[in-house]
Each structure stands twice: as C-alpha cells, then as structure tokens.
C-alpha cells in the first residue's frame, strides 16, 4: 500500500509540475504592438529622417534626410 500511496504522490507532483511549467512558458506571450502612442500618426508618412531614424515632415533643421546624402 505505501508503494501505490508513493506512486500516486510522485504522479501528482509531476502532474503538479508540468502544469506549472506548460504555464509560464505559454503564459508569457508579450504583445507586439508598440507602446508609443502615435499622436500625428508622423512616422506613417513623409520623409526618413535619419538622425532620428523615424518618418517625419521633412523640417527637422538638424534632421539628415535623402536628398542631404
């Protein structure tokens, strides 16, 4: 009898066990999306500023832009 009680214990703690790891490997999906908000929506149009490595309006004084290169 104390074998089968072992047997059911360690079952259990391995059950335990896998379900707690099946947990924090499935269960740590980031999100992808950015966090920044996107106030103008600027970085989804006009020209690459390359001192800033974003989109923008192409009036950044101190900005590199293509027709700079």
Known sequence: MK???RIANIFRASA???VTFAGILFG???DETEDRPLADGSDLF???NFRTGEMDSGGDPDGWYEEDM
Request: no cysteine; aromatic share 8%; hydrophobic share 25%.
């Open 16 to 18: 335990t066990l896998l």
């Open 46 to 48: 006009g020209e690459y």
């Open 28 to 30: 740590t999906h980031e």
């Open 3 to 5: 074998t089968a009680t």
